[in-house]
């Protein structure tokens, strides 16, 4: 069965951290660009940042600097490492893998929650 699954997400203060994991079951990640999605109520589903197959990453301007995207092919995982959080990136946060990122995925994950609030 192919699979993403993410994990990682929580409530957590203006300033902390968490980090979030996408785990992938039935193919081989690092065959695909995988990419990290979130969405709010009432907005589309946003890209925030990329992992090319061949290990290049890509942000959106808003996470430069905050966010870190990484990939460990031992664990077929990819992680999205946020620093700085701020409460505008609060939402639902999704993993895709495709032929291409941000558009382009083939598989998805469910989603991870990120609260971040005071």
């Known amino acids: 069965q192919l699979q993403l699954v993410e994990s990682g997400g929580g409530l957590v203060q203006p300033g902390g951290s968490l980090r979030l994991s996408c785990a992938a079951s039935?193919?081989?990640?690092?065959?695909?660009?995988v990419g990290w999605y979130r969405q709010v109520p009432g907005k589309e589903r946003e890209g925030v940042s990329c992992i090319a197959n061949s290990g290049s990453t890509t942000y959106i301007d808003s996470v430069k600097g905050r966010f870190t995207i990484s990939r460990d092919d031992a664990q077929n995982t990819v992680y999205l490492q946020m620093n700085s959080l701020k409460p505008e990136d609060t939402g639902i946060y999704f993993c895709?893998?495709?032929?291409?990122?941000?558009?382009?995925?083939?598989?998805w994950g469910n989603g991870t929650l990120v609260t971040v609030s005071s």
């Open positions: 895709g893998a495709g032929i291409a990122c941000p558009y382009g995925m083939d598989y």
């Open positions: 039935g193919f081989t990640l690092n065959y695909y660009h």
